[in-house]
């Protein structure tokens, strides 16, 4: 619920404000800021985005890393319980998850053999599975209990503590993963076609030898937009989801009618939103198995 003391507006943006930690910069005359050599975390979003390119968004990098923590000791401990004997619920769950990763791997992945793709998927599928489940987390009850936290321990002003719970509707996650994604596919690319059978293809087609100029910048472009338009997807229908909550959150603080009205709506929006928390990880885990398929594709 948003605080009395702040608007909505202060509310709405400080729920979209990372926890940002980076070099302090000082305004060193009107418009022009330089590095002041203190370092720390960011207490607005102006001074988050004058930290520039090396700042961290800790709260992503915090819940990315603990949600992969969890996603990597559920399958160890089914690995570990799992017999030949009757599965536990834990073993039956592990092994739905996997069965349904390589059925999917299996239909869209066909460029031979290789050992990596299929663990890549389940990762991908799960991990972001996971970021996005925590946007089903009621939106005030995390960073609040972070901001309480800061200031008993360390005296912060609970206004100026930030921290996102969900890492996907961060775009330095999702396009950090569509990166990869990306370099996986230069990589097997190069590997499978050779240098000349890469490069022969951003020359040579779809339209032939003759048409090489367009050839060239219609495959440059294709190839270029596709770890922004994974990233970007991913974030875009995240945030929007997140829009939502927060946007519903503010109408708790309005009268008995309106909070009432808005726990149908955050339950109704929260139902609809597992079936958007499950689609786009399997669209980011089928698109990035479609990708590496074509980079093992050879055209002759």
Do not use: C
């Not at 400080?14 to 022009?32: A, D, M, S, Y």
């Amino acid at each position: 619920m948003a605080s009395e003391t702040i608007t909505t507006s202060e509310y709405i943006k400080h729920h979209l404000q990372n926890l940002t930690f980076g070099q302090k910069q000082i305004q060193t005359e009107p418009g022009v800021w330089a590095p002041s050599g203190d370092w720390g975390f960011a207490t607005s979003a102006e001074e988050a985005a004058k930290m520039g390119f090396w700042a961290i968004n800790v709260d992503t990098m915090f819940m990315s890393l603990l949600l992969g923590a969890l996603m990597m000791w559920f399958f160890r401990s089914a690995a570990k319980k799992a017999s030949a004997g009757i599965p536990t619920g834990m073993q039956n769950f592990a092994e739905m998850i996997i069965d349904f990763i390589d059925d999917t791997v299996r239909g869209s992945f066909s460029g031979g053999k290789n050992n990596l793709v299929a663990p890549l998927a389940l990762t991908i599928f799960v991990w972001i599975f996971l970021m996005n489940l925590m946007d089903l987390i009621p939106v005030d009850i995390i960073p609040m209990a972070v901001a309480q936290s800061a200031a008993a321990m360390f005296g912060a002003d609970p206004h100026h503590v930030f921290f996102k719970i969900v890492p996907s509707t961060d775009p330095n996650a999702t396009l950090g993963m569509a990166l990869l994604v990306f370099a996986l596919m230069l990589f097997y690319s190069f590997k499978i076609k050779g240098t000349g059978g890469f490069l022969g293809e951003l020359a040579f087609q779809p339209f032939g030898k003759w048409a090489l100029p367009i050839n060239l910048i219609l495959e440059t472009v294709t190839l270029l937009s596709k770890p922004f338009s994974l990233g970007l997807r991913l974030f875009g229908n995240m945030y929007a989801g997140e829009m939502v909550f927060i946007l519903i959150a503010t109408m708790y603080s309005a009268g008995l009618v309106m909070g009432s009205f808005a726990g149908l709506l955050q339950i109704g929006w929260a139902i609809f939103h597992i079936l958007i928390i499950t689609l786009q990880a399997f669209i980011f885990m089928v698109l990035t198995t479609v990708y590496l398929d074509m980079a093992h594709q050879e055209h002759h």
